[in-house]
C-alpha cells in the first residue's frame, strides 16, 4: 500500500475527528513542524488494519497530550 509522502501528506479524517475532542493534543500538533507532524501522520496511515490504526491513534493523541514528539531537532555542533 502506499502512502503520501510528507510534502504532499494530509491529515487523516479519524485522527482529525479525535484531535478535534482534544483541544491540548490538537493544539500541540497544530504547532509542530512539518516533520514531526509527518511522523505522526505516517504511523496512523501505515497501520495494516482498522484495529491497528486505531490503537495508533490513541497513542498519537496520548503522546500530543504529553507535549512529546516522535523526532527532535538535530542538535547544532559549534
Known amino acids: 500500500m502506499a502512502y503520501e509522502s510528507q510534502k504532499n501528506a494530509t491529515v487523516p479524517p479519524d485522527f482529525t475527528v479525535t484531535l478535534d475532542q482534544n483541544e491540548r ?3 500541540f500538533f497544530e504547532s509542530l513542524n512539518k516533520t514531526n507532524r ?4 505516517w504511523r496512523i ?3 495494516k488494519n482498522s484495529e491497528l490504526r486505531r490503537s ?3 497513542k498519537c493523541v496520548a503522546m500530543l497530550q ?3 514528539i516522535p523526532f527532535f531537532p538535530a542538535p547544532m555542533f559549534v
Request: net charge positive; proline share 0%.
Open 45 to 47: 496511515t501505515t497501520a
Open 25 to 27: 493534543a490538537k493544539s
Open 56 to 58: 495508533r491513534i490513541q
Open 66 to 68: 504529553e507535549r512529546t
Open 38 to 41: 509527518y511522523a505522526f501522520i
